[in-house]
């Protein structure tokens, strides 16, 4: 069974900042990209950044210049290092290991941790 381990939420004040951490197996994490993706109240669930095996990142708007994805390939883990939080960065952050060949797309998703950004 494959397990995604998040850690690293909790509640924050505005312009504060947060790390958050995902650990896989080495089974995973050497073919499988990595991702964040978070989901607010109300809200469908949405890309916060990716890095795929080569270390190449990709970011939604909302976070670039803000927070910053890298992978530890000696831990297995990925780090988002969140910056200048915004109370619109409030939502459960969710990782995801994915797996895409042609039209096909495999996911393993973690529990969520919870970020609240408010004063």
């Known amino acids: 069974q494959v397990q995604l381990v998040e850690s690293g939420g909790g509640l924050v004040e505005p312009g504060g900042s947060l790390r958050l951490s995902c650990a896989t197996s080495?089974?995973?994490?050497?073919?499988?990209?990595m991702g964040w993706y978070r989901q607010a109240p109300g809200k469908q669930r949405e890309l916060v950044a990716t890095?795929?095996?080569?270390?190449?990142?990709n970011y939604a708007d909302s976070g670039k210049d803000r927070f910053t994805l890298s992978r530890d390939n000696a831990k297995n883990a990925v780090y988002l290092q969140m910056n200048n939080l915004k109370p619109e960065d409030t939502a459960v952050y969710y990782c995801?290991?994915?797996?895409?060949?042609?039209?096909?797309?495999?996911?393993?998703w973690g529990q969520g941790t919870q970020v609240t950004v408010s004063s």
């Open positions: 995801d290991a994915y797996l895409s060949w042609g039209n096909l797309r495999n996911d393993f």
């Open positions: 080495k089974s995973i994490f050497s073919r499988y990209a």
């Open positions: 890095i795929n095996n080569g270390g190449t990142t």
